[in-house]
């Protein structure tokens, strides 16, 4: 199964701290994407890291892919309550289709 | 920013009817997707369509499901005969071109729910 798992499952940190979430997967990948979801909203993606990257940026967020131990990363900096959020990585193989981890849930205590 | 809408956002029907959920993916996008989320779930693929045809279908997508793109705008799913297990959050989805480096973009989903 092309199926990963985040890490950890719940993560509750304050504000102003910064939030590290994690995704394994076991096949190969195109490309790895992380996505945030909103209670009883939809997905919202954040970064697309390819397989051939090693980190990528954007404003507070941070993605790093280590394809050696099929491993990412996604850390929040200065975390607000706005981040409270559902946070999952999804992997694109060969094809198309996402598969989705299980996802962290953070909360960000104000 | 151009977004993908759906409808209805809540569709509520007894076991064994029709429902059909609607899609307007963004307007320049060639591929388009289905996912479901069974409550407290994963988020799983259901099927990819381009070209109006279907490209790729998961275990899920079996014969009570269909999709179809009846003009140039709307993508929608059919479930022929509902069960309750059917009942979740259905997302669609597209992305512009068959580069799978490109992020796909998710409406807010419709909750199914069978009575």
């Known amino acids: 199964s092309q199926q990963g798992e985040e890490d950890p499952q719940a993560l509750s940190i304050q504000e102003g701290e910064n ?26 993606h954040l970064i697309l890291i390819r397989s051939n990257e090693r980190e990528k940026h954007s404003g507070r967020l941070r993605v790093t892919l280590d394809t050696s131990k099929k491993s990412s990363s996604l850390l929040i900096t200065a975390s607000r309550a706005a981040d409270t959020a559902s946070y999952f990585c999804a992997k694109s193989g060969a094809t198309n289709k996402l598969i989705f981890g299980t996802g962290t849930l953070l909360a960000v205590q104000p | 920013e151009p977004e993908v809408t759906q409808t209805p956002s809540h569709q509520v029907t007894q076991m064994g ?86 992020p796909q973009h998710f409406g807010d989903g419709t909750r199914l729910s069978i009575l």
């Open chain 1, 19 to 44: 939030a590290t979430m994690n995704c394994s997967y076991k096949t190969s990948i195109n490309n790895l994407q992380w996505y945030r979801q909103n209670s009883g909203r939809g997905l919202v």
């Open chain 2, 17 to 102: 009817q029709e429902v059909i959920l609607r899609c307007v993916p963004i307007s320049n996008h060639l591929y388009f997707y289905w996912y479901r989320q069974i409550l407290g779930q994963k988020v799983e693929f259901l099927v990819s369509f381009y070209n109006n045809e279907i490209s790729e279908k998961s275990e899920i997508f079996d014969d009570q499901f269909s999709v179809e793109r009846p003009d140039g705008s709307n993508f929608t799913l059919k479930i022929r005969s509902t069960k309750l297990e059917d009942s979740a959050m259905y997302f669609c989805a597209s992305s512009p071109a068959l580069n799978s480096n490109q």
